[in-house]
């Protein structure tokens, strides 16, 4: 399947996500603010592999094994882990060339969602363009699931969606669900001048400024810092762009 028989759908929340024919399509996982924008970055600097998991007693089993594991629920990184969810976390020698087991409270529990897929990666702001090329070169469909928050839609996911389809909307077509990509495309080109102005008053935004983490959330909305195309391949994610 190539070229214009290839199609693209967007799925606001993991709840939706059985509405989907995920057998012969790749879905790009999105958690803007902030899981799949610290995987991002996380493999920009020289981490390994990230196993993500969806419970907090399958991170720490993996301590054993000599990962460093990672924990983040309600924005907060948990107590007795090495890695919370900011991608300034990453940013730091002691993740270069490490193996990282990490839960967050949406995004890994949206890749969990995504199984049955042919192929799964992680999208986010951070690696935009790097995403779009790379999806264009592949083969098949295109669901880009967003991880909102526990099953409700939010902003910052739909809006990145919106921009995936605004790239690559001339490759493909859209199925008989096509008004959620529209309406994520309609939505980014309304706020695509000024993102973190446009979520000025949406939840996630306003869960996360009770934290003062506002330059995560800048940077985590600014786009192309981090040229990598994260995926998993056999339950373990990897930069595929190395592979
Ligand atoms: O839900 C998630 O996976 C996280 O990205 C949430 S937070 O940004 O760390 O609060």
Wanted: with cysteine.
């Amino acid at each position: 399947m190539s070229g214009s028989n290839r199609t693209i759908e967007v799925c606001l929340t993991p709840a939706l996500i059985h509405l989907h024919d995920l057998s012969n399509a790749t879905v790009v996982v999105i958690d803007v603010l902030r899981a799949t924008s610290s995987m991002c970055v996380a493999f920009t600097q020289g981490v390994n592999c990230i196993i993500p998991v969806a419970t907090i007693d399958e991170s720490i089993a993996y301590k054993e094994k000599g990962f460093l594991i990672g924990a983040e629920r309600n924005g907060e990184m948990l107590e007795g882990f090495d890695i919370g969810n900011s991608p300034f976390s990453y940013m730091d020698e002691k993740v270069k060339g490490r193996d990282i087991a990490l839960t967050t409270t949406n995004g890994t529990q949206a890749i969990a969602a995504s199984k049955g897929a042919k192929q799964i990666v992680v999208g986010s702001f951070l690696n935009l363009d790097a995403l779009c090329s790379w999806l264009s070169k592949q083969e098949g469909n295109i669901v880009l699931l967003c991880s909102g928050w526990k099953n409700s839609v939010n902003m910052e996911d739909s809006l990145f969606a919106g921009a995936v389809v605004h790239q690559m909307r001339g490759d493909f077509e859209f199925t008989n669900l096509r008004d959620t990509a529209i309406i994520a495309e309609r939505l980014y080109l309304l706020a695509k001048d000024d993102l973190n102005g446009f979520l000025e008053e949406s939840s996630h935004r306003n869960r996360l400024k009770k934290l003062n983490i506002d330059k995560d959330i800048e940077y985590c909305l600014t786009p192309n810092q981090a040229p990598v195309v994260p995926g998993i391949i056999n339950g373990v994610m990897v930069d595929l762009l190395k592979q």
